[in-house]
């Protein structure tokens, strides 16, 4: 049986369009391609992203780029408000050919939301909708991507811990509990991550942080939620993951508080 073609969500002569959903509830879309590039971000809630044998939290202030025929599945909880800005990859100049995390930049955001909303002259258009390709930026940081584990224990583990960032339950403790030995619990996970158990937990914690973070939660209040004894110690592992504090990741950001 032949599967569906994708269809087409950018036409001729178009470079872009973006699709909006605000406020939606609880919903997820399974395994699918698209003929554009298309560009993830959200304002609020919590979106994910799974491709390439990886997982994406969609912070506001970040977009996720997923290139032209690249299989992928998305998550958005309840009152999330989701975007997707296509982009037509026959006409637009980017080099981007692997998932990829763009900053979404005020001036960015503004452009794709005028795009949708605004009448304008089509040569005016097509000017705007060339600057906002111009314009995207990619971000290179380790927390914004998580390679998933293939093997079905090992994916067992991760899916918990994404779903609880704050366990902090031993390669020993899973073993235990998956019933084999810790070195082979240890040893998978590098192989099929490229990370410890205990590195990966703290991608995972660190992306959890940039959600909280991104809507103004405290720092001490996102240490607290995530298993950290302290703010100090929770600002230590978030500088040495992202090379920034907590409050200096998102400058737009500014009001992000360091305490309560």
């Given amino acids: 049986m032949t599967a569906e073609a994708p269809a087409r969500e950018v036409e001729d002569p178009w470079i872009m369009s973006t699709w909006i959903l605000r406020g ?14 298309c560009l993830i971000w959200s304002e609020g ?32 909880a309840g009152g999330s408000h989701l975007s997707i800005t296509y982009f037509h990859a026959g006409r637009s100049r980017v080099a981007w050919d692997a998932v990829t995390g763009i900053t979404l930049t005020g001036a960015v955001r503004e452009l794709m939301l005028l795009n949708k909303r605004e009448a304008m002259p089509e040569e005016r258009r097509l000017r705007l909708q060339a600057l906002t390709v111009d314009l995207l930026v990619p ?25 609880n960032p ?13 019933r084999m030995s810790a070195r082979t619990l240890s040893r998978g996970f590098i192989r099929e991550t490229g990370f410890s158990l205990t590195q990966w937990r703290i991608l995972v914690r660190i992306r959890s942080a940039l959600i909280d973070l991104s809507a103004g939660v405290p720092v001490s209040a996102v240490a607290r939620g995530l298993g950290y004894s302290n703010r100090s110690a929770f600002i230590d592992v978030f500088r040495r993951t992202t090379g920034q504090t907590p409050a200096a ?5 500014s009001r992000i508080p360091e305490s309560e």
Avoid: N, Q
């Fill in 24 to 37: 939606a509830d609880a919903g997820s879309w399974p395994m699918h391609t698209h003929l554009e590039h």
């Fill in 45 to 76: 809630g919590t979106v994910t992203v799974e491709a390439d044998g990886r997982f994406w939290v969609v912070a506001p202030g970040l977009g996720i780029w997923v290139p032209a025929g690249m299989p992928h599945r998305m998550t958005a």
């Fill in 139 to 163: 971000v290179e940081t380790a927390s914004l991507r998580i390679r998933l584990p293939s093997d079905r224990a090992l994916r067992r583990v991760a899916e918990e811990i994404l779903a």
């Fill in 166 to 178: 704050a366990d902090d339950r031993t390669a020993e403790a899973w073993a235990h509990e998956l």
């Fill in 249 to 253: 990741y998102f400058p737009s950001f």
